[in-house]
């Protein structure tokens, strides 16, 4: 299984929260990241998972691939609930993509790679990719496959 930790790009300011649209530049980023990633997937499996809101909607949906809105994964989820949604690490077969928040995206990076829950930086429209395998005395490995700022794809 590979998962993939997308933020939300840019959105407007305003309330209520839930409704926050993308900007433009938002708009740009998000279709930018959709592109690079869909010419990586290739052929894989993919399961794509947003927060219901607005703007991790419109993000996920730059990527043409079906999405399904997950009430677990909104602006206050935990880590727990954010790896359970995305059966992390062996629920699901081939691909899923997670589109969420800060600060929680970044602190599932931090465990991901850590152990710990820390409160790591995860710009907008960003993504991290991680993968997991079992190593060769069957314990589990993660590692990380890419990190990707839409700021490089400008």
């Known amino acids: 299984m590979e998962l993939i930790l997308w933020r939300h790009a840019q959105a407007e300011d305003g309330s209520p929260d839930a409704a926050r649209r993308l900007t433009s530049r938002g708009a740009k980023d998000a279709a930018a990241v959709g592109t690079w990633l869909r010419r990586q997937l290739g052929e894989e499996a993919v399961t794509v998972l947003s927060s219901p809101t607005t703007r991790t909607m419109q993000t996920a949906q730059a990527l043409?691939?079906?999405?399904?809105?997950?009430?677990?994964?909104g602006p206050e989820a935990d880590v727990d609930a954010v790896l359970a949604a995305a059966g992390w690490p062996s629920g699901r077969d081939g691909v899923v993509i997670v589109v969420g928040h800060g600060p929680w995206i970044g602190e599932v990076a931090a465990r991901l790679l850590t152990g710990r829950d820390?409160?790591?930086?995860?710009?907008?429209?960003?993504?991290?990719?991680?993968?997991?395998?079992?190593g060769d005395a069957g314990r589990a490995t993660v590692r990380l496959k890419a990190v990707l700022s839409?700021?490089?794809l400008r």
């Open 64 to 73: 043409g691939l079906a999405v399904e809105p997950a009430e677990a994964l």
């Open 118 to 134: 820390e409160p790591w930086p995860f710009g907008k429209g960003a993504l991290w990719w991680f993968g997991w395998a079992k």
């Open 150 to 152: 839409p700021e490089l």
